[in-house]
């Protein structure tokens, strides 16, 4: 009985969030869709600092500070989740995630955690200046791209 209403409460919770019983229940096709969305959060967030670098857009201590701290907190989610063994473009569709991936796990964590590092070098660099933004987008621009070329299919 208690188990029952339990699990007819979850039901309503998840209902009431929107989530389809899909996206409740993890596919290949929802974790592609979730890493790319959290990639979409990386590129919006180093946008962000490139344009101030670049001087597209004057700088702001408060606001590269806190696309330096969203970046170091998407580096923090767990990849285990969203790289599903199955998830590569040779298996599944809508997805540029190379199966070198599968056959390179420890390659591409330590790809990931380099993201980690320089994310949390703009993060002690972002409140400093242009000049500090400027010397720690080398580091983490590149992590992107190491990975990039390594695991991402072109376009
Ligand atoms: C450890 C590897 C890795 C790192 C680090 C990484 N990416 Fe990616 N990125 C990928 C892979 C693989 C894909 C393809 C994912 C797919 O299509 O399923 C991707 C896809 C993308 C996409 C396309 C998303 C879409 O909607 O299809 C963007 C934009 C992107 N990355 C930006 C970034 C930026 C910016 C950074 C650094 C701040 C970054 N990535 C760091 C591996 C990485």
Redesign the pocket.
């Known amino acids: 009985m208690t188990t029952l209403r339990t699990a007819a409460a979850v039901a309503a919770a998840i209902a009431a969030l929107g989530l389809t019983a899909a996206a409740a229940n993890p596919t290949v096709e929802n974790a592609?869709h979730a890493?790319?969305a959290q990639?979409?959060l990386?590129?919006f967030n180093?946008g962000i600092l490139g344009a101030m670098a670049q001087g597209k857009a004057p700088y702001d201590a408060a606001t590269a500070q806190a696309a330096a701290d969203n970046?170091v907190l998407l580096s923090g989610l767990s990849a285990t989740l969203h790289w599903l063994p199955g998830?590569d473009n040779a298996t599944a569709a809508d997805?540029?995630?190379?199966p070198a991936?599968w056959a390179n796990l420890a390659d591409?964590a330590a790809?990931?955690a380099?993201?980690g590092d320089g994310a949390r070098a703009m993060q002690a660099a972002a409140g400093g200046g242009l000049d500090a933004v400027k010397a720690a987008m080398g580091g983490?621009g590149g992590?992107?791209g190491a990975?990039?070329q390594t695991?991402?299919a072109p376009e």
């Open positions: 592609i890493r790319q990639m979409d990386h590129a180093l970046l998830s997805t540029r995630a190379l991936i591409f790809k990931y380099a993201f983490l992590a992107c990975c990039h695991y991402r």
